[in-house]
């Protein structure tokens, strides 16, 4: 074991990552979370007892004066209805499991009073989620310090004011050129592959009755893009409450704002200010690379509990849907961002792949471009040889507004759930997808599972069904990983081809090779 554990040690980083990525996966595809097993916790208070139900033929929720009926491939649903109630509600709750005796084939019917939870039984595989999670709040929370004071020092050393425009009008361009892209991308694969139209019937009802519930609370969050709203957003009224509230947009405008006003006074005055900030920076990615060490075990955790967690019979009736977002996303990855590297940059491709693998093994396992950003930041800085400056500006910008593939994928789903709805979309209502979706993607907050919550923006410009989201629910986390992954490629890209127009990168891969 030891000689194995010291060979393991021993490789690059990537390889580790790796390696505990694939492990994880199979350990969580074997300590899957049994799906047809649920506890159901009941009885008054110092009296609780815990039902173990297994293989249940059919079981009965009547609440609130209704009932709901579960199937036997029903336990999500089934959870989820219960997690609903409010507590009171489900004191007063019934539930009544029907089973199939298997001896005698007689049927049985138990009943639960004053309900207390409904959950599945967790396994190995789900119990080391814990470990995960403090790798992403690890990660999350050296984001802000570490572009707070990034992009003071890079402004202090900017110190003016049209050069910083300059490069703010060239990143957001484009950004959003490379987002129009992307959708463009996934509405060819989707109208090509038409995943909609060979969605059998059944799935189809039952997803929609499964998932309803979940999709109304969804739908009830308010949901609105504007432009100028986002615009005056970006302008903090309180900046320690914009770090507070990790708002990057504010932070991001407020670190120039005070980097740049810093070159105006005094230099006897601003010196202390800047050293104490390049202090911070300099411990924040101190604290990168220690993370960094850790990461193979968080992304092992990660994978293992979303895997041990993640039902796979729904893929077979998902899988066109599945295959058109992720052929759009490599296809947009490889070959988009690969041409626009070639021609805009000196950077070759082969090397770009290859020092941006750990950066994406982490975006894919934490599935959230903020807790990817320090990882971003120092390979930027490091291996792809953009200064500091640029980078601290372009990547924090990147992370929050720049997000292809999920404006990809918010394309894909749109045209799916049309198809299963039989709409056909015209050229005028596409068109609308790719405006819409290139604003749902810029509001989408850089965190796990936000996309399909902005995909409602989408689905209700073009007039196709909200509800339509709940054909796509149980899949959302495997895209939501794929769509991560190609945002964060997206930044990195952008900041070589940027840093790079602006004379701030040096020609680290030569040196390398
Ligand atoms: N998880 C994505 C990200 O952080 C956002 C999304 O599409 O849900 O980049």
């Known amino acids: 074991m030891i000689p194995i554990l010291k060979k393991?040690?021993?490789?690059?980083?990537?390889?580790?990552?790796?390696?505990?990525?694939?492990?994880?996966?199979?350990?969580?595809a074997i300590f899957n979370v049994d799906r047809h097993r649920v506890?159901?916790?009941?009885?008054?208070?110092?009296?609780?007892?815990?039902?173990?139900?297994?293989?249940?033929?059919?079981?009965?929720?009547?609440?609130?004066?209704?009932?709901?009926?579960?199937?036997?491939?029903?336990?999500?649903a089934l959870i989820r209805n219960i997690e609903r109630l409010r507590p009171s509600e489900r004191r007063q709750a019934r539930i009544e499991v029907t089973k199939i005796d298997e001896t005698t084939g007689e049927r049985e019917t138990r009943t639960y009073e004053i309900i207390r939870s409904v959950e599945s039984v967790g396994t190995i595989a789900t119990a080391v989620r814990p470990i995960g999670t403090i790798f992403i709040r690890l990660l999350t929370f050296i984001a802000i310090p570490l572009v707070i004071s990034s992009l003071i020092v890079g402004a202090t050393s900017l110190s003016d004011l049209t050069?910083?425009?300059?490069?703010?009008?060239?990143?957001?361009?484009?950004?959003?050129?490379?987002?129009s892209i992307a959708i463009s991308i996934g509405l060819i694969a989707a109208n090509l592959i038409q995943p909609g139209i060979r969605m059998p019937e059944e799935p189809r009802e039952r997803f929609i009755a499964e998932y309803q519930d979940d999709v109304e609370a969804r739908i009830d969050e308010e949901l609105e893009v504007n432009i100028i709203d986002q615009i005056v957003n970006m302008v903090p009224t309180n900046p320690l409450g914009a770090m507070a509230e990790g708002e990057m947009l504010q932070i991001v405008f407020f670190g120039i704002v005070f980097g740049?006003?810093?070159?105006?006074?005094?230099?006897?005055?601003?010196?202390?200010?800047?050293?104490?900030?390049?202090?911070?920076?300099?411990?924040?990615?101190?604290?990168?690379?220690?993370?960094?060490?850790?990461?193979?075990?968080?992304?092992?955790?990660?994978?293992?509990?979303?895997?041990?967690?993640?039902?796979f019979d729904i893929l077979g009736t998902l899988v066109w849907y599945v295959m058109a977002v992720i052929l759009g996303l490599l296809i947009h990855m490889f070959i988009t961002y690969g041409i626009l590297l070639k021609s805009l940059s000196s950077m070759p491709y082969i090397y770009f792949f290859k020092e941006i693998r750990p950066v994406q093994l982490i975006a894919f396992s934490t599935s959230s471009s903020a807790a990817t950003l320090p990882v971003n930041m120092r390979t930027g800085e490091e291996k792809m040889g953009c200064s500091k400056e640029t980078t601290s500006f372009i990547l924090p910008l990147g992370a929050t507004i720049n997000m292809d593939g999920t404006a990809l994928y918010q394309g894909v789903a749109a045209v799916f759930i049309a198809q299963v709805y039989g709409f056909d979309l015209t050229i005028a209502q596409?068109?609308?997808?790719?405006?819409?979706?290139?604003?749902?993607?810029?509001?989408?907050?850089?965190?796990?599972?936000?996309?399909?919550?902005?995909?409602?923006?989408?689905?209700?410009?073009?007039?196709?069904?909200?509800?339509?989201?709940?054909?796509?629910?149980?899949?959302?986390?495997?895209?939501?990983?794929?769509?991560?992954?190609?945002?964060?490629?997206?930044?990195?890209a952008a900041n070589i081809i940027i840093s790079e127009s602006e004379d701030k990168r040096a020609d680290v891969e030569n040196r390398a090779m």
């Open 8 to 28: 393991f040690l021993s490789l690059e980083l990537y390889t580790k990552i790796l390696i505990a990525l694939v492990v994880g996966a199979l350990f969580g």
């Open 430 to 492: 596409q068109l609308t997808v790719v405006l819409t979706a290139t604003l749902a993607s810029i509001g989408t907050a850089p965190v796990p599972g936000v996309g399909i919550i902005m995909l409602i923006i989408v689905l209700r410009a073009i007039g196709v069904p909200e509800e339509g989201v709940a054909l796509i629910l149980g899949v959302d986390r495997i895209l939501d990983m794929m769509r991560t992954l190609t945002n964060v490629t997206g930044d990195a």
């Open 39 to 76: 506890q159901i916790e009941y009885g008054p208070d110092g009296e609780v007892n815990t039902a173990d139900i297994r293989n249940w033929e059919n079981i009965t929720v009547y609440a609130k004066d209704r009932e709901w009926n579960f199937g036997r491939s029903e336990q999500d």
């Open 163 to 179: 050069k910083v425009a300059t490069i703010g009008a060239k990143t957001i361009g484009y950004y959003v050129f490379t987002t």
């Open 260 to 311: 740049l006003i810093l070159t105006t006074i005094p230099r006897e005055k601003a010196e202390p200010v800047i050293k104490v900030f390049e202090g911070i920076m300099d411990a924040m990615i101190k604290l990168v690379e220690f993370v960094m060490k850790i990461a193979p075990y968080g992304v092992f955790a990660l994978i293992a509990a979303t895997v041990g967690e993640f039902g």
